[in-house]
């Protein structure tokens, strides 16, 4: 069966510092993969999404970035954290030929 | 672009109450549509889908079909329980394997004992 994984379920970060969150995907190829974040009252805002290795789609310019070193591994970046970046981030797989995603457990990013 | 519109929260019902969600949606084409849920702490998880028109989605005792003449897709339960307290969201995915989904801003349900 398929799992996702993705840490640090928890981090707090201080302004300018850089991050790195990590998503990876068992059990399955060539997955579609997004990062999405949820900041307070907001909802859910698609940041990147990946059809394959090296393919990232951005929906909104920020200060973050994805990148896709491999087929079942998504990174989301910053080279330096701003307040506003706050927020809870969710990793999501979907395949090809189905049209539902499965989510991973979350990152609370606390910047101070 | 697509979109998809959930009415304002929070929601706050008792223990048995009925429970109606609205969600609209805005797409081209013919697109599926999802309800996710999200207990607190934790990520998302598929409640339930429908991808086609009057197509009836349902699971753990949530329904909702897909209204294509209203373009939407209400969640309703008959009988909320305290268990049923989460944010819920709605959602649609274009058709093709590579459509990414969009969705509501997601709605509170509080349900007191």
């Known amino acids: 069966s398929q799992t996702i994984h993705q840490w640090p379920a928890t981090l707090v970060q201080p302004v300018g510092s850089p991050l790195s969150l990590e998503c990876t995907v068992e059990g399955t190829s060539n997955p579609n993969l997004y990062w999405y974040r949820q900041a307070a009252g907001r909802g859910l805002q698609l940041l990147f999404y990946s059809v394959g290795i090296g393919q990232i789609s951005s929906e909104v310019p920020q200060n973050l970035s994805a990148s896709r070193p491999q087929d079942r591994q998504f990174i989301l970046s910053s080279k330096k954290l701003l307040l506003s970046d706050s927020g809870f981030y969710l990793c999501?797989?979907?395949?090809?030929?189905?049209?539902?995603?499965?989510f991973g457990q979350g990152t609370r990013l606390t910047v101070v | 672009g697509d979109s998809v519109t959930q009415m304002e929260g929070p929601v706050t019902l008792s223990e048995e109450a009925f429970l109606t969600i609205n969600c609209t949606y805005t797409?081209?084409?013919?697109?599926?549509l999802f309800w996710y849920v999200q207990y607190p702490g934790e990520g998302l998880q598929l409640l339930l889908k429908a991808t086609k028109a009057d197509d009836k989605g349902s699971n753990k005792g949530f329904e909702a079909t897909y209204r294509k003449e209203t373009t939407s897709f209400h969640l309703e339960k008959g009988s909320v329980q305290v268990s049923d307290s989460a944010v819920y969201f709605c959602?649609?995915?274009?058709?093709?394997?590579?459509?990414?989904?969009?969705f509501g801003k997601g709605i509170t349900l509080s349900v007191r004992p």
């Open positions: 999501a797989w979907s395949e090809g030929g189905r049209i539902e995603a499965f």
């Open positions: 797409a081209t084409g013919y697109p599926s």
């Open positions: 959602a649609l995915t274009a058709t093709g394997a590579n459509s990414k989904l969009t």
